[in-house]
């Protein structure tokens, strides 16, 4: 599966943006984890191909909404309220299989990875 990412960019704190991540090929779930200046990468949220079946951050979860279109294979990651330590690349990710809904939080849960989007979020 290949994965192409798209919708970074400069926000101002307290704007929004939607990052957007197409897959080629057949996903199970998809993901999105991010990693900042510095820091490990940590995940954001994952959805299941299936049903739809969301999991969050907990840190995150009330901000950030994902959600898929099965029709176009992409995922979308709605940011809202952003903050400056939400900068970050932001990585889409693609899962093999339907995991338990708490298994996408692991990056073993996936097999193949985007390059990423920067988001700086910044006045």
């Known amino acids: 599966v290949q994965l192409q990412a798209s919708g970074g960019g400069l926000v101002q704190p307290g704007g929004s943006l939607r990052l957007s991540c197409a897959a080629t090929?057949?996903?199970?779930?998809m993901g999105w984890f991010r990693q900042a200046p510095g820091k490990d990468r940590e995940f954001v949220a994952a959805i299941r191909w299936s049903d739809a079946g969301t999991y969050y951050a907990g840190s995150l979860k009330g901000r950030f909404t994902i959600s898929r279109d099965s029709a176009k294979n992409t995922v979308y990651l709605q940011m809202n309220n952003l903050k400056p330590e939400d900068t970050a690349v932001y990585y889409c990710?693609?899962?093999?299989?339907?995991?338990?809904?708490?298994?996408?939080?692991?990056?073993?849960?996936?097999?193949?990875w985007g390059r990423g989007t920067l988001v700086t979020v910044s006045s």
């Open positions: 090929g057949r996903t199970q779930g």
């Open positions: 990710a693609s899962a093999p299989r339907a995991w338990n809904i708490g298994h996408f939080a692991s990056s073993s849960a996936y097999d193949s």
